[in-house]
């Protein structure tokens, strides 16, 4: 059975930098897509952004404008690991980060079409 842990989160103030990783176990995290929600105190979970494979052992990767340019998926599948870097932080990024997997091989925004997940990481941004 595929699980995965996400662990990094904390505290941190505006303007800094936080890694998020994601341990894919029972399976491997190189032939998911994997991607990254998050969810706020009293909002849905909503989409960060995603890793596919698209051949071989490259991948593509899209985000919500809201982290365009801020935030990166990165993957090592050696260690079946899949990281989010987030830079720039603001106190709108506080929530709870939830790493998800998918064998298929879209790449949907939507939390219903992920089969995996983590327990999820907080991060808050705060001065």
């Known amino acids: 059975q595929v699980q995965l842990v996400e662990s990094g989160g904390g505290l941190v103030r505006p303007g800094d930098s936080l890694s998020l990783s994601c341990t894919v176990s029972?399976?491997?995290?190189?032939?998911?897509?994997m991607a990254w929600f998050r969810q706020a105190p009293g909002m849905e979970r909503v989409f960060v952004g995603s890793?596919?494979?698209?051949?071989?052992?490259?991948?593509?990767?899209n985000y919500h404008e809201s982290v365009k340019g801020r935030f990166a998926i990165s993957r090592n599948n050696a260690k079946n690991t899949v990281y989010l870097e987030m830079n720039n932080l603001k106190p709108e990024d506080t929530a709870v980060y939830y790493c998800?997997?998918?064998?298929?091989?879209?790449?949907?925004?939507?939390?219903?079409?992920?089969?995996?997940w983590g327990q999820g990481t907080q991060v808050t941004v705060s001065s």
């Open positions: 998800a997997g998918d064998p298929s091989s879209s790449a949907p925004r939507t939390a219903e079409d992920y089969a995996y």
């Open positions: 029972g399976g491997s995290s190189g032939r998911l897509v």
């Open positions: 890793s596919t494979r698209i051949g071989g052992n490259v991948y593509s990767t």
